[in-house]
């Protein structure tokens, strides 16, 4: 079996967005504030500087495509973070989030592995969806480097943050297969339960058309309609 296999993942999945910026209220009400900002350049410029700024107007860049200069901004977020205050726990996952999601978008492994490093110093609490999503991220990016070890234990480091992260077990049920050579029925299940997207990206991969007999063991558990027969055929 084949270890070379890449996952058959979406390396530009979106960093956890914080939901309120996401709604329309909140849209309008930032807009509103930033036109009226805008009118006194001293406190436009003092603003611009903040923690809470700096994050919100990250994802817009993003959107567009602006990767350097929303990496940059993640950056310094970063520097800005308190490592001693526990309020800014959210901040500096947010951050780091989003330059990772940067990094793969830029395809810099050398920002990758210096993102890995700083990452793995665990600042506290260590826990939550976006530190998820880096080490998720982190993971996949150390298999498609061929370092299988590294690839497993942040996988699990991943779990370890946030139990209910779907792709956390999709991962870990791919390495099992893939480098342990085992059976990733349970890590498929469990993804799963807590991301029922997952069934898809299953589905639909690759390399497992190839273990028709796991793909009928997870079709006895969760049956698709004739479209998305999980049957390779």
Same mark, same amino acid.
């Given at each position: 079996?084949?270890?070379?296999?890449?996952?058959?993942?979406?390396?530009?999945?979106?960093?956890?967005?914080?939901?309120? #910026?996401?709604?329309?209220?909140?849209?309008?009400?930032?807009?509103?504030?930033?036109?009226?900002?805008?009118?006194?350049?001293?406190?436009?410029?003092?603003?611009?500087?903040?923690?809470? #700024?700096?994050?919100?107007?990250?994802?817009?860049?993003?959107?567009?495509?602006?990767?350097?200069? !929303?990496?940059?901004?993640?950056?310094?977020?970063?520097?800005?973070?308190?490592?001693?205050?526990?309020?800014?726990?959210?901040?500096?996952?947010?951050?780091?989030?989003? !330059?990772?999601?940067?990094?793969?978008?830029?395809?810099?492994?050398?920002?990758?592995?210096?993102?890995?490093?700083?990452?793995?110093?665990?600042?506290?609490?260590?826990?939550?969806?976006?530190?998820?999503?880096?080490?998720?991220?982190?993971?996949?990016?150390? #298999?498609?480097? =061929?370092?299988?070890?590294?690839?497993?234990?942040?996988?699990?480091? !991943?779990?370890?943050?946030?139990?209910?992260? =779907?792709?956390?077990?999709?991962?870990?049920?791919?390495?099992?297969?893939?480098?342990?050579?085992?059976?990733?029925?349970?890590?498929?299940?469990?993804?799963?339960?807590?991301?029922?997207?997952?069934?898809?990206?299953?589905?639909?991969?690759?390399?497992?058309?190839?273990?028709?007999?796991?793909?009928?063991?997870?079709?006895?558990? #969760?049956?698709?309609?004739?479209?998305?027969?999980?049957?390779?055929?």
């Amino acid at each position: 079996m084949s270890k070379s296999k890449v996952v058959f993942l979406n390396n530009f999945d979106s960093p956890v967005q914080v939901p309120f #910026y996401e709604r329309r209220w909140f849209i309008l009400f930032s807009r509103f504030i930033s036109s009226a900002v805008a009118k006194i350049p001293p406190l436009a410029k003092r603003i611009s500087k903040t923690i809470p #700024y700096l994050n919100g107007w990250i994802p817009t860049l993003c959107r567009a495509g602006n990767y350097v200069e !929303a990496l940059e901004l993640s950056i310094s977020g970063l520097k800005k973070c308190d490592l001693n205050d526990i309020t800014d726990h959210y901040w500096r996952w947010s951050f780091m989030s989003y !330059a990772v999601y940067c990094a793969f978008a830029l395809d810099n492994s050398k920002l990758m592995n210096s993102l890995i490093s700083m990452a793995d110093n665990r600042f506290e609490p260590f826990e939550g969806s976006n530190v998820s999503y880096c080490f998720c991220q982190f993971s996949h990016f150390k #298999y498609v480097q =061929g370092d299988y070890d590294s690839a497993i234990r942040l996988a699990e480091v !991943a779990r370890e943050a946030d139990d209910e992260s =779907g792709k956390a077990y999709y991962l870990l049920g791919y390495y099992e297969l893939f480098i342990n050579e085992g059976n990733p029925i349970e890590y498929f299940k469990m993804a799963i339960e807590r991301d029922n997207l997952i069934l898809a990206r299953i589905v639909h991969h690759p390399s497992l058309q190839g273990f028709p007999n796991i793909l009928d063991d997870l079709n006895k558990l #969760y049956p698709l309609n004739t479209e998305d027969s999980l049957t390779t055929g």
